[in-house]
């Protein structure tokens, strides 16, 4: 996205910064605030890990980011449930269920305390051992600007959980959606030994390994299907920027996982916002922006 | 607002606290400068004119056994888990009674502020360093900082090194007590900052580290024996949980007392734990930015307007 330029014409009509000698202006201006005593009568400020553009985004729909926040979670698995079996591993589901539920609704309830209206760019690190299986989300709580704190309100009500970058979240508000939260959804089952006779068979042949095929199949489907259930729970209509991980587990080869998480959005206006994109050209050379590994060569 | 943990003691190495091959290199005339070619040109169209590339180093050894460690209080469950008033610890205890000697009766989550002081005390010099060359050079900022921390040889030997660009604002206020503002953004990222009303203040930094000593519940869940004491389903290991949720709100707390009434932009928090077996590990949480302060009113950029680039 880039700033309508003739709305940044009107601003700077207004009086911003415009050329180098106002923009020269406006830096000794910043650095003169340096020297003036830290104004202490406000409130603490906000923290955030948005970059400077997700910032200018969020400002130009009026959403402020308000407080860095996290939510952990740390599920048990018991010893044996990987061993040769049939059919879904449950406890091994059930286990990412819930610790995919306990960081979500701790990171809401950090972000209500924050008085946040919501979390948007959560980090999701899933990792699954074969006894614990551990669920890491951080992110930047957010509201719309001046937005009071809701007095007595439960920690974390109404407030949506999503890992949609802010770029996506203004992409989403302007074409009248919201989201709702995370939905998630994981399955892990046994791909089944083959029979003795099945694996004569296929001794020195080109084959599938139709056991592996549909271990993952089933996997696939199960996960999906308790994604699309958590999101229909929120009320959601859909589930973008839907991530997957799949294949055998590295501890135990023989047990196929399949996880799915993404967010959950509803239509709040009566109808889809077309944004009608603007076709543009750009003439310069791709901009290489500053990195600083360049430095270590 | 303060910058990262103050060092206890920065070796003066010249006249200026800086090695001499350093002074001399500073004072030959030239400038060098660690941006790219659009961010240089975008820093210059600012009026902020590159007078050197600065750098601090310290390399850092600390040891697991420092005061206030359950190994210098006689591993008790009955001892305060540290010396430093207002850390964090929190106590749990067995629910099965009396089983075996070698069963775990109690366990503790407890802060290591020795760890923590020792990681500030490093990142705090190299920091003080940097700023010392600035300093000598007359620099009004650093920009476009760059930091990175390595293990040498040990595994609690850790080297520091900070480095970035240091700026003259041309017809700037020099600085306040001479001390450089310092930020990790450069070029069009740090002009676009500055022109929604904030200005950098100084890079922040620091760490939280908090060790998970089990007992018996949390052994038996994280290694999988849960089912021994009836337990056959998943759940939450909750001192782990504990655990993790407080060194990340230490990070924040102790970082929010280095901002002051300032904001945190661009925060970049990592989460290492090592596992030393039966439930036993060691979280460490780093967490860093740029401190920055509203010098105007908020004036939000028009909204965006989407568009489809034809490369």
């Known amino acids: 996205m880039t700033a309508a330029a003739d709305g940044r014409d009107e601003r700077d009509g207004a009086g911003g910064p415009a050329s180098v000698g106002d923009r020269r202006d406006e830096v000794r201006r910043a ?107 951080v992110g930047t709580a957010v509201r719309p600007v001046g937005a009071e704190t809701h007095p007595g309100a439960a920690p974390g009500a109404g407030s949506f959980v999503s890992d949609l970058s802010a770029r996506d979240f203004t992409l989403l508000h302007q074409a009248g959606w919201t989201p709702l939260g995370l939905s998630f959804g994981a399955s892990f089952v046994y791909a089944p030994r083959r029979s003795a006779g ?31 259930a958590t999101a229909i729970a929120m009320g959601g209509q859909g589930v973008v920027e839907v991530k997957v991980t799949e294949g055998p587990m590295s501890f135990a080869h023989h047990a196929i996982g399949f996880t799915a998480w993404g967010t959950t959005v509803r239509l709040e206006t009566g109808a889809h916002r077309y944004l009608t994109p603007q076709v543009v050209l750009a003439l310069d050379d791709a901009t290489v922006e500053f990195a600083a590994t360049s430095l270590r060569g | 607002m303060t910058g990262p943990d103050e060092p206890e003691d920065v070796p003066a190495l010249g006249p200026d606290g800086l090695p001499e091959a350093a002074d001399r290199r500073l004072a030959s005339g030239s400038f060098s400068s660690g941006l790219s070619v659009p961010d240089f040109a975008a820093c210059l169209d600012m009026g902020m004119v590159p007078v050197g590339l600065v750098q601090g180093f310290c390399v850092m050894k600390w040891t697991s056994y420092g005061a206030g460690s359950p190994y210098m209080r006689g591993m008790s469950p009955y001892v305060a888990p540290s010396s430093q008033a207002g850390a964090y610890a929190e106590t749990y205890q067995c629910p099965h009674g009396f089983v075996s000697a070698e069963h775990r009766m109690w366990g503790q989550n407890y802060e290591q502020p020795w760890v923590e002081t020792a990681w500030g005390q490093g990142f705090g010099s190299a920091y003080q360093r940097l700023v010392d060359e600035a300093k000598a050079v007359g620099a009004h900022g650093v920009i476009g900082v760059t930091d990175s921390t390595r293990h040498l040889a040990d595994l609690n030997v850790t080297e520091f090194h900070i480095m970035g660009t240091a700026v003259v604002v041309d017809g700037g206020q020099p600085p306040p007590r001479g001390e450089p503002w310092t930020t990790y953004l450069a070029g069009q990222r740090l002009g676009k900052l500055i022109e929604a009303g904030l200005m950098p203040v100084s890079v922040v930094a620091t760490l939280a580290s908090v060790r998970v000593w089990a007992y018996c519940m949390t052994d038996y869940l994280m290694e999988g024996r849960n089912f021994t004491w009836g337990g056959s389903g998943a759940q939450e290991v909750e001192q782990v949980v504990r655990a993790h949720m407080a060194v990340r709100q230490l990070a924040r707390e102790r970082l929010r007392h280095q901002l002051g009434h300032d904001s945190l932009h661009g925060a970049r928090m990592t989460v290492h734990q090592r596992e030393l077996g039966e439930g036993d590990e060691v979280i460490e949480c780093t967490l860093s930015g740029t401190g920055v302060r509203r010098f105007k009113d908020f004036d939000p950029v028009p909204a965006a307007r989407p568009t489809v680039r034809l490369a």
């Not at chain 1, 340096?34 to 997700?54: H, P």
């Open chain 1, 198 to 228: 099945t694996a004569l068979k296929q001794k020195g042949q080109n084959v599938e390994l139709t056991n592996f095929t549909e271990a993952m199949y089933s996997a696939r489907e199960a996960a999906m299907e308790r994604m699309q």
């Open chain 1, 31 to 137: 650095v003169s605030v340096l020297g003036r005593a830290e104004d202490r009568s406000g409130t603490r400020g906000a923290t955030s890990d948005l970059s400077i553009d997700e910032a200018l985004l969020l400002h130009s729909i009026g959403w402020e980011p308000v407080d860095l926040v996290c939510g952990v979670s740390v599920t048990s698995v018991p010893g044996g449930v990987w061993n040769w079996g049939q059919g879904e591993i449950a406890v091994a589901s059930s286990a990412h269920e819930l610790a995919f539920r306990g960081a979500a609704t701790r990171i809401a309830n950090e972000c209500g305390r924050a008085g946040g209206h919501g979390v948007v760019g959560v980090h999701v690190d899933v990792e699954v051992h074969s006894h614990h299986i551990n669920v890491d989300l």
